[in-house]
């Protein structure tokens, strides 16, 4: 079975630009989670979805948004970006949906805003 | 507020020695306790858990320590090796009854260093 893949693996963006991660999850699973991590902050929780609907979102600001299609692949935005933004950005699958202890990560995606 | 706190920030050890990382959690509500390693270009990965109902669990050269007294949990790493050098991570879960999921909380990580 394949893992789950995000794409692209690296992106440089300027400050005031807005950035798409994408995320596709281990066939079969429905719950994507998205993480951000940073040397300072750590692995910080962004949002989670499940069947095309957010069911839980992190203290991050209304920049940071996403969805889920139908196939369950996952998008992120951030609109505005702003030097803090840079991080790896993480996606995890899980099944059943929303047990941690079958929730996979990606590779990660990683953003440097200049 | 920083709600699983992780120590040491940096750990290097012997081959062959024992590595333990600590974790510290205030919310008792958290229901499950596991430790994810990620290597260096890589996601993390789930090594070991533990749910509070035990006191030890153990998985080949990793064991899980938790103290639900003292709100506390640890990993050892048995007879480390250079292998072995990555970041861990702990973390804790509860059940956010609202959303319908668990969310993850996590510690700022131990950078794990082996030496031969």
Redesign the interface.
């Known amino acids: 079975k394949a893992g789950?893949t995000q794409t692209p693996r690296y992106l440089i963006k300027t400050r005031g630009q807005q950035v798409t991660l994408s995320c596709s999850p281990i066939s079969g699973h429905r719950?994507v989670?998205w993480y951000q991590q940073t040397p300072g902050?750590?692995?910080?929780?962004l949002f989670?979805y499940?069947s095309e609907t957010q069911?839980?979102k992190g203290n991050f600001p209304g920049r940071f948004s996403g969805r889920q299609f139908s196939n369950s692949r996952s998008e992120m935005n951030v609109s505005t970006l702003e030097l803090g933004d840079s991080a790896l950005y993480?996606c995890?699958s899980s099944s059943p949906?929303?047990?941690?202890?079958t929730?996979?990560?990606?590779?990660?995606t990683r953003l440097t805003v200049l | 507020q920083q709600q699983v706190k992780q120590s040491p920030q940096s750990l290097i050890v012997q081959k062959g020695g024992i590595s333990i990382i600590n974790c510290a959690y205030e919310n008792t509500a958290f229901d499950y306790f596991p430790w994810y390693q990620q290597f260096p270009g890589k996601g993390p990965a789930l090594l070991i858990a533990i749910r509070p109902d035990v006191s030890e669990k153990k998985e080949g050269r990793f064991t899980i320590s938790f103290n639900k007294s003292a709100k506390q949990f640890s990993l050892h790493i048995m007879d480390s090796q250079p292998g072995d050098s990555a970041t861990y991570f702990c973390a804790a879960s509860m059940w956010t009854g609202g959303a319908g999921s668990y969310q993850l909380t996590f510690g700022k990580g131990t950078k794990l260093s082996v030496i031969p």
């Open positions: 789950v719950s989670s902050q750590g692995l910080q929780f989670e499940f069911r839980n993480l995890a949906p929303g047990y941690t202890d929730q996979y990560f990606g590779p990660g």
